[in-house]
């Protein structure tokens, strides 16, 4: 749960979610991601289950521990992760594409070996691939998990509208359904494996390092919400035993929170910038959405959409 400064600074340059006014983003107010994306519980929830599920892949783990700062600094790490998920999804095309290069440009960087001896490199092909599948379905599983439930014809839009930025990473196979989420996730399960690495970063989650002190029983809520997203198989081979079982008041909990944030905006977030842009109010994503149908009929936007293929 950032704060809204966290979302417009990246690397000392400020996003400007805002503007310029008209300017398409890769996906538009009318769209699955801004409706998802808006709600920081499920975005926190879906961060971690994806984490999780990308250190089950040695390759991936060592990547990330051995070539980034999230042990020593793991809500700056968190955060600079946030920024590219927000502009791609709140930004103008323009700002993302600036983000979206910078982040390639520093993964170029990142090679080694696993401590069994593969080598790796950030822009594999097969991993940039796993990294963007897993922070797909751990997005929408934790809103429709946790917030409010997703139709199939939502879920069907939500894969359609993460190709374009997807493309931008360097993901050769974007996903189209769940389906084809599952069936990458078994074509690389045997190479999941538990590891140290997987509790050290859960209890940087349960113990909320670098983050308000006295909320200890909440971030261990939301790192159970996490653990019980993760699908049963890969749950098993990274030996997250029921310690991680997600209680009863854990789920309350977690949805009293969700369910907060879904109603009273974040000052100044990209959810609440981002419909200026259209000519639309900011608390545009908390009206209902029957108003948000009328709104967006009255602005009569053509830049309400991607214009641009990615």
Request: net charge positive; no cysteine.
């Amino acid at each position: 749960m950032d704060s809204s400064g966290s979302q417009t600074n990246y690397m000392g340059w400020r996003i400007d979610y805002a503007n310029p006014r008209g300017e398409p983003g890769f996906v538009g107010p009318d769209s699955v991601h801004w409706r998802i994306y808006k709600n920081p519980v499920a975005l926190g929830i879906g961060g971690v289950a994806a984490v999780l599920l990308e250190f089950a892949d040695p390759r991936i783990r060592s990547g990330v521990w051995d070539h980034s700062t999230y042990k020593a600094d793991p809500v700056g790490r968190s955060r600079r992760t946030a920024i590219a998920a927000m502009v791609g999804a709140y930004g103008p095309q323009s700002a993302a594409r600036r983000v979206i290069a910078g982040v390639n440009k520093l993964h170029a960087k990142v090679t080694g070996s696993t401590p069994a001896g593969e080598p790796y490199r950030a822009l594999d092909p097969e991993l940039l691939d796993w990294v963007s599948a897993t922070a797909v379905y751990g997005f929408l599983t934790a809103y429709d998990r946790f917030v409010a439930p997703v139709s199939a014809a939502d879920r069907r839009r939500y894969f359609a509208e993460s190709g374009p930025v997807a493309r931008l990473y360097g993901v050769q196979n974007v996903l189209a359904s769940e389906a084809d989420f599952e069936a990458m996730m078994h074509r690389l399960a045997p190479r999941f494996e538990a590891h140290p690495i997987v509790d050290e970063f859960l209890t940087i989650v349960k113990t909320g390092k670098g983050q308000a002190r006295g909320l200890g029983f909440f971030y261990r809520a939301m790192a159970r919400a996490a653990v019980s997203i993760v699908p049963a198989a890969v749950r098993a081979k990274l030996q997250l035993g029921p310690e991680y079982d997600l209680s009863a008041i854990d789920r309350a909990l977690v949805r009293a929170a969700a369910a907060l944030a879904e109603r009273f905006p974040a000052k100044d977030s990209p959810a609440t910038q981002a419909p200026l842009r259209f000519g639309l109010p900011a608390n545009f994503l908390y009206l209902s959405r029957r108003r948000q149908e009328a709104l967006l009929a009255r602005a009569s936007a053509p830049a309400a959409t991607a214009t641009e293929p990615g």
